[in-house]
């Protein structure tokens, strides 16, 4: 019988492992503009967000948004836009691809709370969207199709 790993590879997906956080949520490393970071991997997100103080680690320009921010813990929250971006997850990789900017020292807190490490964003459903993403809970792997 054939694998979910093995059927997923060979239509040219590849396999990106996630980690299992002590606050029940999967974390993944990603590379934005050439420089990596950790982010959640959040299914509820719509979009893929960075905090304000990510700024410049990530090289990013940004722009005034009118959208509010609305999460889980928090709401109404000023937002900055930043397009264009290269985003890599594995082997995956993106152009102009656009992030949120906004403070994410709540979720930061949180995790800091619960003996978790911060990180520096969120991956949303825009990025799953784009890759055509597979999750295999039980094993642990996102697979993004190349």
């Known amino acids: 019988m054939e694998t979910l790993k093995d059927f997923l590879l060979t239509k040219g997906y590849s ?3 996630l980690k299992y956080t002590k606050t029940n949520h999967f974390e993944i490393k990603a590379t934005v503009n050439g420089v990596k970071g950790r982010f959640i991997l959040d299914t509820g997100a719509s979009n893929s967000c960075v ?20 999460g889980a813990g928090a709401s109404d929250m000023m937002t900055q836009i930043s397009t264009s ?20 020292s709540h ?11 911060p990180v520096d964003g969120i991956l949303g459903a825009d990025i799953l969207k784009k ?9 642990k792997y996102l697979y993004l199709k190349l």
């Open 131 to 139: 890759g055509k993403a597979v999750i295999d809970y039980e094993k």
């Open 107 to 117: 979720v930061n807190n949180g995790l800091i709370s619960h003996d978790a490490d």
């Open 85 to 104: 971006n290269a985003i890599k997850v594995g082997k995956w990789k993106k152009k102009r691809v656009s992030l949120i900017l906004f403070n994410l």
């Open 15 to 17: 396999k990106i492992k």
């Open 51 to 70: 905090g304000f103080e990510a700024i410049e680690r990530f090289n990013l320009k940004v722009k005034d948004s009118e959208i509010k921010a609305v």
